[in-house]
């Protein structure tokens, strides 16, 4: 009897071992089989985006002598400070050439637009005039992104015509962000040739993934963004474009005002002319612009007089104070972007 309860014991706990063993081996064919991560896994793990950003009136142009490169040319003007570049660090930059480097680059340059840009064709010809043109503009030359994203949008209208067509109305693409895919943030450099003087190589400390290109304004637009419609004819001149801007939202007589309209540059430029010697009646450099003016004899009794008396000039030397002395933002260019190509 005591033998025949031993055996039965001994079934027992081996079949509990069986069973056991089976369960196991069950659970562990359930579980997925793990698998090495395949090349396209890899080298999405190792690559990031870094964004190229661009303020102020641009157009964005095919390179005439390099297919693999792009040119991004903006007009320098007087009513605007100078161009800077900004990354983790920062440099002003004289009119001339820049060549923007990204080392790490792995992309395909495949340069897709976001329908939100204004499209236009810049003819080879006109890219290569700007380029040899000096002292009037700036031109940054960079690898084709893998898309071109607006960084900032702004209602406006369009075309060939003045006033452009209501049908044109849209969000544009006011600030350009080129996307690039890359291995590295390390690396990025900017090189180039300013019309004066030297520039030497800037390396560029990109901790976050966003390169800035500036041109800010020196004046706050007004009600009919006239500084805007002004940025955005120069840039269409300088790139060999018949174009107009026009903005839906502004007072029904800002039409009147616009430096685009016929006859109404030399008018503008008289304003901007009595805006830059109230600015430098504010900022001590009155001097400095009266040797570059041709009428500088006459000059200074008329602004004084200008400046004791007038409204309008109290309230642009308010305005220009809180932007000179108090570091007021005075706003950005509201053109769209022109995409070309």
Known sequence: MKLSRYFSSMM???ASAVLATLVLVACNQSQPTATAPTAAESKAAATKDVYVVFEGPWAIAP????ANSVLLLAPKTTSHHDLYVSASNYSTLAAGIYDLSLPGHTGTGAGAYDPSFFRAKIDPQNAQRVLDSKSGRYAIRLPKPEAYVPAARHRSRVGPTYPPDASTEMEYASEASLRYTVSSLSGFSLSGTPDTGTFNPLLLQVDTPTIRF???PTQPDDACNLHSRQAFHD???LVGLTLYVDYPDNPSDCRSKDPQAPGKNKAH???TSQVQHLA?????NLADIL????TAEEVPPRYLRFVASSRLARGLMHRLSAIYFFGASSGDCKGPIVGGG
């Open 12 to 14: 027992a706990v081996l």
């Open 63 to 66: 390179d005439p002598k390099d």
């Open 214 to 216: 500036g041109i800010e």
């Open 291 to 294: 040797a570059a003016d041709t």
């Open 235 to 237: 840039l269409a001149q």
């Open 280 to 284: 430098a009646l504010l900022t001590g």
């Open 269 to 271: 430029a008289s304003l």
